[in-house]
């Protein structure tokens, strides 16, 4: 997995994002060392481009995308006030609070500050 300072520069940009992003979407995979479900090769030994055509979850446009990012054991909510600009996402103890356009990349900037701290 990428380093904390490419978890936590990626996670800045998928905030400042004003809609869904399919090249973050990619540059996350990349930094999770994401892998396809039934591919057997260790997590980062697909090159990004071949995994790609796997389907690299949407992130940065779904909410059920970004839950996958959720680390394991920890608790998490998403306020999104009916469509309202600046949706709102909280991770464990309160303790990382993002916000962005929509509920999706809330979620998926949070999930990227907590994996920077460690979470998995």
Known sequence: MAGADTLLALAERVEAAGAPDRNLDEEIAVAILWRPSGVCEPAGAIPWWLAASFGIPDYTASLDAAMKLVPGGWHWTVTDYQ???????????D???????????ALTAACLRARARGGR
């Open 83 to 93: 469509g309202a600009a600046p949706a709102r996402a909280i991770l464990g103890d």
């Open 95 to 105: 303790s990382i609070i993002c916000t962005a356009t929509t509920p999706a990349l």
